[in-house]
């Protein structure tokens, strides 16, 4: 488990809002680090629904539903 941080030099984010950190691995392997990004809540919920409805896991899931 994680060693909480130091609260001085901890940013916080607004009211309603998260500090997003986003790493990404493309189909080369490559990674893309996208870090403390502030965003409306609603709106990373909203974003993480879209990536999971949008994954691969999600159409073999279905695809194996169907066929059984």
């Known amino acids: 488990m994680g060693t909480r941080p130091n609260p001085s ?3 916080l984010p607004r009211h309603g809002y998260a500090l ?3 790493t990404v691995r493309d189909a ?3 990674l893309h680090h996208y870090g ?3 965003a409306q809540v609603g709106s990373v919920h909203e974003a993480i629904a879209i990536m999971q409805l949008q994954s691969r896991a999600v159409e073999d899931a ?3 539903h169907a066929s059984a």
């Open 9 to 11: 030099n901890v940013r």
């Open 20 to 22: 997003v950190t986003i």
């Open 28 to 30: 080369n392997g490559f």
């Open 36 to 38: 403390d990004i502030e």
């Open 62 to 64: 279905h695809r194996g």
